[in-house]
C-alpha cells in the first residue's frame, strides 16, 4: 500500500469515525485523541482491509477497544489512588520518599533488565494492551504472549524478592 492510497483512506472515513467516536464522548479534544489513536493502531493491518467492505466496521472495533483500555486505566488508577489516600498509606508514602524512589529505581532496573521478548511483551501489556492485540503487534500467538508474560512476571517477583511482605 502506498503513502497515496493510505492518506485517501483516512481522509475518506476521518468524519466518519469523528460521528461514532461522539457516542464515546463529547470532547472534542478526546474525540480527535480518539480518531487518531484508532488510525495508528489500524496501521500495521489496514492494508489488509483498505479496500474490504467491513473497513468502518474494523476500525469502529479498534475504536471501541482503545477507548475502553483508557478508561479501564483511568479506573485503576483512580482506585489505587483511592487505596493510597485512605487510612494511613499517604503518610507512611510522604514520610518515605526516599526509600520509595530506591523501590521505584530497583523495580524500573529489574524490569529493563528482562529478556527482550519479555520485556516487550509485559510492557505493552502494562500499557493497556489486551493479550490479542499484543499478540498481533508483535506476530506471534496469544498463547505466547501470555507465556512471556508469565515468565516476566516470575522473574520479576524472584529478582524482588526483598520487598514481599513479611506477615
Do not use: C
Not at 489488509?48 to 476500525?59: S, T
Not at 479501564?72 to 520509595?100: C, D, P
Amino acid at each position: 500500500m502506498n503513502t497515496k492510497q493510505l492518506n485517501l483512506t483516512i481522509e475518506q472515513n476521518q468524519s466518519l469515525l469523528k460521528r461514532v467516536a461522539t457516542k464515546f464522548t463529547k470532547n472534542p479534544y478526546e474525540i480527535e485523541e480518539l480518531v487518531q489513536e484508532t488510525f495508528i493502531r489500524s496501521l500495521s493491518s489496514l492494508e489488509r482491509f483498505i479496500h474490504h467492505p467491513k473497513l468502518v466496521a474494523w476500525l469502529f472495533v479498534i475504536m471501541r477497544n482503545v477507548y475502553i483500555n483508557k478508561y479501564r486505566k483511568i479506573g485503576k488508577y483512580r482506585t489505587m489512588e483511592a487505596e493510597l489516600m485512605s487510612g494511613n498509606h499517604f503518610e507512611q508514602l510522604t514520610y518515605n520518599r526516599g526509600e520509595s524512589k530506591f523501590v521505584l529505581h530497583d523495580i524500573q532496573s529489574a524490569i529493563r533488565e528482562l529478556p527482550e521478548d519479555n520485556y516487550r511483551a509485559l510492557t505493552m501489556f502494562l500499557d493497556g494492551f489486551k493479550y490479542h492485540e499484543i499478540a498481533e503487534q508483535l506476530q506471534i500467538p496469544e498463547g505466547t504472549v501470555k507465556t512471556r508474560i508469565h515468565v516476566a512476571r516470575r522473574i520479576l517477583k524472584k529478582k524482588l524478592g526483598a520487598y514481599r511482605k513479611k506477615n
